[in-house]
């Protein structure tokens, strides 16, 4: 087992970690009655999103159950010993550390001789073998804390046969009877597989996942948010409003911000509505309206241009990370790019050349359409397209600076149109990209109160004997008192998806809806916002103070809860 590497002490705390260890989250009334007060009240059977047949052939175990939630029991359920095993898998997101807290509590409120293992390292821990076991005075250092650095984490998926045999042999080794995997949809797929193939073995393991990650993509009509959402996208909100002051009392600069999220634009849209920019993307909306790179430069010069003739040479655009791989034309050529490469890394005249002669293979081996999108491209967005792939073979378009690409394509439209004397502005910059610095931030109260719960709710889960369930908290826009503790069977979210030519069961990725409530706002004011600054300032997430600003929640989460209620 993994020594602990030394603990945190009073003296190298900063005043906020003091007074945040000392934080006791909020948890839902029936959780709060005590783990084994609870009574577990059954919904009917579920049916997977899509695909029933192939889903239900698939999981042939842990298909159909039904959902769960908790509530108050005045009988007192006894607990059998437990070891449980826990995994933090893929990007971080603030909250993950009282995920663990509150599983802690739980299993230790249930029996104090139930022991809690973290895998290290992520899902290879439990494959590899690699793990810590937790005391009271380990978790303690680490309660509302932002980061994953508790046990780490990593992309390793867990997939194949040979890895969930290693799995089962380390569990036998620790007794682990239950695994609780922290992470976001392709995780919380892993962990749909994984809890099939231990009951097809009949091993014994359950496997609960609980749902992560600050793109906020992993949502339904069962699970109302992912946690970490609400305090990266406060996080940036700040920093946008912020940037906002600066740029409203310079009144020299147009900031280009690019911000994390991957495919999915929540965290763009999210950040737009605290802070009203004067120009929002929305990936979504590029794809749906087959919006090309050029039609995109012209929408954001006209603003530009407009905003230079009332004499405003400055403003804020808000980029989603994943904009490219929804622009038609530069989908396509990713996609002819991730094509070719493999075979290309192969040759050596390719791998052993220098980036020009790199870039000149690639163009004469895209298609002709292609190779024109991508000669068209600056010659830094090049090079980044040759960086390395992820482990999917694909581009990692984090890495590509969108925002830099727009201010190029930007300031070449806007010379043309000078030469035309359709401009007479001046267009000075600034880039950034948002993305660590909202991943691993202290948790809002918010965070620290639904992840305290869903990890709490995760081990009320394994308490009933339930496998291939995502622990659900939901109520969110209410008080934490008023929240609703249950599970939702993993194969109820699932789909077949095409996946390295193959179709693959996965978890149904949320993608911004153009007809939800959330982007209708955007849509309703963006023009306003545009030419008119209408700049909110977030300010810094508060943890003490007023209600009304340390718990209030995400716009989207306000917005999407009104429209449910307004529909039933
Ligand atoms: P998850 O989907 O695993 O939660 O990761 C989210 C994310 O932060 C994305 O927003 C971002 O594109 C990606 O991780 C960055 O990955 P990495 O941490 O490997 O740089």
């Not at 922290?182 to 797929?189: A, C, P, R």
């Not at 900031?255 to 929305?282: C, D, W, Y």
């Not at 050349?353 to 991508?374: C, P, Q, R």
């Not at 980044?384 to 482990?391: A, E, I, K, S, V």
């Amino acid at each position: 087992m993994a020594k602990r590497k030394g603990s945190f002490t009073m003296t190298n705390l900063s005043p906020l970690q003091v007074e945040r260890l000392k934080y006791q989250p909020k948890l839902p009334s029936s959780l709060a009655s005590g783990i084994n007060h609870l009574q577990s009240i059954e919904g009917s059977a579920t049916q997977s999103v899509a695909n029933q047949d192939e889903i239900k052939s698939l999981f042939k175990n842990t298909y159909g159950k039904p959902t769960v939630t908790f509530q108050t029991s005045t009988d007192s359920k006894s607990s059998e010993l437990r070891n449980v095993g826990v995994i933090l898998s893929g990007g971080q997101a603030p909250g993950g550390h009282n995920v663990i807290a509150g599983l802690y509590d739980a299993l230790k409120q249930a029996n104090p001789s139930n022991n809690l293992y973290g895998f290290l390292g992520g899902p290879s821990g439990i494959i590899e073998g690699k793990y810590v076991e937790f005391n009271d005075e380990f978790i303690n250092d680490y309660r509302n804390t932002g980061g994953f650095d508790i046990i780490g984490s990593g992309r390793t998926k867990l997939e194949t046969e040979e890895q969930f045999q290693s799995a089962w042999e380390v569990c036998k080794k620790l007794n682990i009877s239950a695994v609780v995997i922290i992470g976001g949809d392709d995780s919380n797929t892993n962990a749909a597989l994984l809890a099939e193939w231990f009951v097809a073995h009949n091993a014994g393991i359950q496997v609960i996942g609980c749902p992560k990650t600050i793109d906020g993509d992993l949502k339904n009509e069962q699970i109302e948010i992912s946690f970490g959402f609400d305090t990266a996208t406060k996080t940036y909100g700040e920093l946008i409003g912020n940037i906002q002051r600066d740029a409203n009392s310079a009144k020299k600069y147009w900031h280009f911000i690019k911000i994390m999220g991957r495919s999915a634009s929540h965290v763009a849209l999210e950040a737009a509505l605290q802070t009203q920019p004067n120009i929002t993307l929305i990936s979504e909306e590029v794809e749906q309206r087959k919006m090309s790179l050029s039609s995109i430069i012209d929408y954001m010069t006209d603003i530009i241009v407009k905003r230079s003739e009332m004499g405003k040479n400055f403003g804020i655009a808000v980029i989603p990370e994943g904009l490219i791989e929804f622009v038609p034309e530069l989908k396509s050529m990713i996609a002819n790019l991730n094509d070719i490469m493999p075979s290309l890394e192969k040759d050596s005249k390719y791998s052993n050349g220098t980036d020009a002669e790199k870039i000149a293979i690639i163009e004469n081996s895209l298609s002709s359409e292609n190779s024109s999108v991508f000669k068209s491209l600056p010659a830094l967005i090049k090079s980044q397209l040759l960086m390395d792939r992820d482990p999917h073979g694909n581009v990692q378009v984090s890495k590509i600076e969108t925002e830099k690409l727009l201010i190029s394509m930007i300031e070449t439209k806007l010379s043309e149109l000078k030469k035309l004397g359709k401009y007479s502005g001046k267009f000075s910059t600034q880039s950034h990209f948002f993305g660590y610095e909202g991943r691993c931030a202290f948790p809002s109260n918010f965070d620290a109160d639904y992840c305290y719960s869903l990890g709490f709710n995760a081990f009320a889960l394994i308490n009933f004997g339930l496998t291939g369930y995502l622990s659900s908290v939901r109520n969110l826009t209410e008080p934490a008192n008023d929240w609703i503790a249950g599970g939702v069977p993993l194969t109820m979210m699932m789909n077949m998806e095409r996946r390295h030519g193959e179709m693959k069961p996965v978890i149904k990725k949320a993608l911004v809806e153009l007809d939800g409530p959330v982007f209708k706002k955007l849509e309703a004011n963006r023009e306003d916002w545009a030419l008119n600054d209408r700049y909110l300032f977030p300010g810094a997430i508060q943890y003490f103070g007023p209600s009304s600003v340390c718990d209030i929640t995400t716009v989207t989460l306000q917005l999407e809860s009104q429209a449910k209620l307004a529909s039933v």
